[in-house]
Nanobody, 115 residues
Framework: QVQLVESGGGLVQAGGSLRLSCAAS????????MGWYRQAPGKQRELVAR???????NYADSVKGRFTISTDNHKNTVYLQMNSLKSEDTAVYYC?????????WGKGTLVTVSS
């Protein structure tokens, strides 16, 4: 199994930045892919950014050019750097890991962007 713990959420003004962190309980070398998803009130959970072991990355169109996903293999941590935040980025952000065909999720961290 993989345990994931997110941190770094909070309240920020529009145009500001935040960096989310997700610490995994095992080496991310063994994880096929890690990603960040978000769920806004009344909406379905959606992919924000994902990085595979390839490595390759992909981003939701709405965050391209503003968000960057990265990993620190020594710390077993994946990051999401979020710049130029908009009110529509307000959501609970969840970390995801794909490991041996199974999906694992963190509990989420709330990001609130005030306009």
């Amino acid at each position: 199994q993989v345990q994931l713990v997110e941190s770094g959420g909070g309240l920020v003004q529009a145009g500001g930045s935040l960096r989310l962190s997700c610490a995994a309980s095992r080496s991310i070398f063994s994880i096929s892919a890690m990603g960040w998803y978000r769920q806004a009130p009344g909406k379905q959970r959606e992919l924000v950014a994902r990085v595979t072991s390839g490595p390759s990355t992909n981003y939701a169109d709405s965050v391209k050019g503003r968000f960057t996903i990265s990993t620190d293999n020594h710390k077993n941590t994946v990051y999401l750097q979020m710049n130029s935040l908009k009110s529509e980025d307000t959501a609970v952000y969840y970390c995801n890991a794909e490991w041996f065909g199974m999906d694992y999720w963190g509990k989420g961290t709330l990001v609130t962007v005030s306009s």
